[in-house]
Every structure is written in structure tokens, then in C-alpha cells.
């Protein structure tokens, strides 16, 4: 009966697959469990791509059931069945790994531990230490939060800036508005932060209707976390001439007269490097790792590759540089905790 149950959830998937092979004997089989979707994600089509770049490199040069395969799931947008979802994969024992991508995942992995010994997870974006099935590896987003809200903080006019979510966890919560508001107030004392949340991530329409309110309230920068609402909000940027600050990838093309800067996350080059570690044999089960911007994986970006936004003075772009190279050298030491 319970197997049964686990099919029926299983099939309500959304996914696509890529995959070198399809036979069950093979040494590794990865699958990508992407929590949401991978349009307007960019955080989980770099998920997707550096685990599959991965793939393609370990089985250059092999043959049959020496290769690895990697199946990649979308589980949508509705948080509350990605447990479900999670659990219908692993209950699969298919996969010799699942790699995924949330700060909420270890939560939702720790009982599948148990109930599926076998099982090993592979979380990015998250932190969970001395489970033997489970290895982590989390961003600074203490430093990405600070460095993004110290640009907001260069260029806001009114003392206010904004930022919006998708939903409300933990992280948000405790580290990104916390270190989005410090930033702000380093470089421009007194700087308030307007904090409202969409309450999902792709309802576009109500991210330009708190876009529009934070903008009619005053203020002039806004960073918006909210998958695919964020579009609601950029829209909102373009039409009342506003400012946008941007997380997690650089996306300039989307508003380059609009976007003042983005700290961007090299997400896919970690999902790489995890899954070859993996791959080979290396992978550190029960450790939880954090890395930022001394790394390589937290980056700042001021600019687009063909264009400088104008309203952003060289001053400014002068303090960012030497605000990013005090956390670089260690002279500031922004820890999340």
C-alpha cells in the first residue's frame, strides 16, 4: 500500500531528465531535486547545469554501466508538498544520491535518513552537520546580504530601501534582512529597510503591487527574492524609474538602466565541484561547510559586461571595491552563524 502511495505522489512530478544511460547497474545515479522550477530560478538551473557539466565530464571516456546518470525534478512551487515529493524519490532507491538546493532541505531530509538508510544527500545552499548520510555546503550570505545592502545604501536618496521575498524562512529571516540593513546603514547611517513578502514565488502580479506601494512610500531601492514574482517587481522598477539591487546571479539584461548592482552566487560551479567529488569518491558525509567571497562562490558585480549603468557614480563603484576587498583580505568579518 505505501509503495503505491509513494508511485502516485512520484508521478505527480514535473521533470526533465538527462541522462547518459538508463540501466539500473549503474555505479552513480544522480538525481537533481530542484524545489520549485528552474524557469525564473536561476539559483536551480545552476543547480541543474553544474551537476549535469559534472555528469558529462565523469563519463567522457566510458563506457556502459561505468557511466553515471542524472535525472533532474522539478517539484514546483507549492512548498508544502515538497516533503511529500522528497519522500516519494527516495523511497524510489534508485538514485545513489540526491542533490538539491534550499536552506529549508535539511529539515525535510533528516527523517528520510532514517526511514532510507542507503540514501545520501547532497545539499547546497543549506547547513546540516553529523548526519552520516547527509554533506552540506551553504554561501556567506551574511557577506552577500551586507555587500548588496551597502550598494543599496550608496544609493538611496530617502533613507529607505526595500526588500521583498518570496516567502518568510529562517535565513531570510535571521541572516539576509539582518545583514541587508547592516550594509545599508554602514554606508548611509540611518537607512531604513521596507521588509514585505509575496508569499509565494511566482505571483508576478502582487510582486509589482508591493513594488509599486514601497516605491510610492519612498522608497528607491528595492531587492526582490521572489523566483518569478521578482518580473512584477522589475516591471514596477521600469515604470516609476526606480532602483533594483539584485541576489544570486547577475541578471543586468533584465532592467540595465534599473539594476545597480548584483552579488551573484557561483552555484554552478559548486554543484560541480560536488557532484565530481561525489563522483569520485570523496565527498565528506556529515560535514557542513560555509563558503563566501575569500572563496570565489559569493561574487559582487557592479556592472554589466558592455555597459555601465550611469546612475551609479565612480565614488561609489570606488567604495564598493574597497568595502568587497576588507572582506576579501579579512579586515572585515561578517560570519553567519
Given at each position: 500500500?505505501?509503495?503505491?502511495?509513494?508511485?502516485?505522489?512520484?508521478?505527480?512530478f514535473?521533470?526533465?531528465?538527462?541522462?547518459?544511460?538508463?540501466?539500473?547497474?549503474?555505479?552513480?545515479?544522480?538525481?537533481?531535486?530542484?524545489?520549485?522550477?528552474?524557469?525564473?530560478?536561476?539559483?536551480?538551473?545552476?543547480?541543474?547545469?553544474?551537476?549535469?557539466?559534472?555528469?558529462?565530464?565523469?563519463?567522457?571516456g566510458?563506457?556502459?554501466?561505468?557511466?553515471?546518470?542524472?535525472?533532474?525534478?522539478?517539484?514546483?512551487?507549492?512548498?508544502?508538498?515538497?516533503?511529500?515529493?522528497?519522500?516519494?524519490?527516495a523511497?524510489?532507491?534508485?538514485y545513489?544520491?540526491?542533490?538539491?538546493?534550499?536552506?529549508?532541505?535539511?529539515?525535510?531530509?533528516?527523517?528520510l535518513?532514517?526511514?532510507?538508510?542507503?540514501q545520501?544527500?547532497?545539499l547546497?545552499?543549506?547547513?546540516?552537520?553529523?548526519?552520516?548520510?547527509?554533506?552540506?555546503?551553504?554561501?556567506?550570505?551574511?557577506e552577500q546580504?551586507?555587500?548588496?545592502?551597502?550598494?543599496?545604501?550608496l544609493?538611496?536618496?530617502?533613507?529607505?530601501?526595500?526588500?521583498?521575498?518570496?516567502?518568510?524562512?529562517?535565513?531570510?529571516n535571521?541572516?539576509?534582512v539582518?545583514?541587508?540593513?547592516?550594509?545599508a546603514?554602514?554606508?548611509?547611517p540611518?537607512?531604513?529597510?521596507?521588509?514585505?513578502?509575496?508569499?509565494n514565488?511566482?505571483?508576478?502580479?502582487?510582486?509589482?503591487?508591493?513594488?509599486?506601494?514601497?516605491?510610492?512610500?519612498?522608497?528607491?531601492?528595492?531587492?526582490?527574492?521572489?523566483?518569478?514574482?521578482?518580473?512584477?517587481v522589475?516591471?514596477?522598477?521600469?515604470?516609476?524609474?526606480?532602483?533594483?539591487?539584485?541576489?544570486?546571479?547577475?541578471?543586468?539584461e533584465?532592467?540595465p538602466?534599473n539594476?545597480?548592482?548584483?552579488t551573484?552566487?557561483?552555484?554552478?560551479?559548486?554543484?560541480?565541484?560536488?557532484?565530481?567529488?561525489?563522483?569520485?569518491?570523496?565527498?565528506?558525509?556529515?560535514?557542513?561547510?560555509?563558503?563566501?567571497?575569500?572563496d570565489?562562490?559569493v561574487?559582487?558585480?557592479?556592472?554589466?559586461?558592455?555597459?555601465?549603468n550611469?546612475?551609479?557614480?565612480?565614488?561609489?563603484r570606488?567604495?564598493?571595491?574597497?568595502?568587497?576587498?576588507?572582506?576579501?583580505?579579512?579586515?572585515?568579518?561578517?560570519?553567519q552563524?
Amino acid at each position: 500500500m505505501k509503495k503505491s502511495i509513494y508511485a502516485a505522489v512520484f508521478a505527480a512530478f514535473a521533470f526533465a531528465s538527462f541522462s547518459c544511460s538508463a540501466k539500473k547497474t549503474q555505479a552513480h545515479s544522480v538525481a537533481v531535486f530542484v524545489p520549485g522550477i528552474i524557469a525564473d530560478s536561476p539559483i536551480y538551473a545552476m543547480l541543474a547545469e553544474g551537476v549535469q557539466h559534472a555528469v558529462a565530464s565523469y563519463n567522457d571516456g566510458k563506457d556502459g554501466s561505468a557511466q553515471a546518470a542524472v535525472t533532474v525534478l522539478e517539484a514546483g512551487t507549492n512548498q508544502a508538498e515538497w516533503s511529500a515529493k522528497l519522500t516519494a524519490l527516495a523511497a524510489e532507491q534508485k538514485y545513489s544520491v540526491i542533490i538539491s538546493s534550499n536552506p529549508s532541505l535539511p529539515e525535510l531530509v533528516e527523517p528520510l535518513t532514517a526511514q532510507f538508510p542507503n540514501q545520501k544527500f547532497i545539499l547546497l545552499d543549506a547547513y546540516k552537520a553529523g548526519n552520516p548520510s547527509v554533506a552540506t555546503v551553504r554561501y556567506n550570505q551574511h557577506e552577500q546580504s551586507y555587500i548588496t545592502g551597502y550598494m543599496a545604501g550608496l544609493m538611496t536618496k530617502s533613507k529607505k530601501i526595500g526588500l521583498i521575498a518570496g516567502q518568510e524562512y529562517p535565513v531570510m529571516n535571521s541572516v539576509i534582512v539582518p545583514g541587508y540593513k547592516e550594509g545599508a546603514e554602514a554606508a548611509f547611517p540611518g537607512t531604513a529597510v521596507d521588509f514585505r513578502v509575496v508569499g509565494n514565488w511566482y505571483d508576478a502580479t502582487k510582486g509589482a503591487e508591493l513594488a509599486n506601494a514601497m516605491y510610492s512610500s519612498g522608497v528607491d531601492v528595492i531587492l526582490p527574492i521572489c523566483g518569478g514574482a521578482s518580473q512584477g517587481v522589475i516591471n514596477a522598477a521600469k515604470e516609476k524609474g526606480k532602483y533594483l539591487a539584485f541576489f544570486d546571479n547577475a541578471s543586468f539584461e533584465r532592467a540595465p538602466d534599473n539594476i545597480i548592482s548584483c552579488t551573484s552566487l557561483d552555484q554552478s560551479k559548486m554543484a560541480e565541484n560536488v557532484t565530481l567529488d561525489y563522483l569520485a569518491g570523496k565527498t565528506e558525509w556529515g560535514t557542513a561547510k560555509t563558503v563566501g567571497v575569500s572563496d570565489g562562490f559569493v561574487r559582487f558585480v557592479q556592472d554589466a559586461p558592455d555597459r555601465k549603468n550611469e546612475a551609479v557614480t565612480d565614488e561609489m563603484r570606488a567604495k564598493m571595491r574597497d568595502v568587497v576587498a576588507s572582506i576579501e583580505n579579512g579586515t572585515l568579518v561578517l560570519p553567519q552563524n
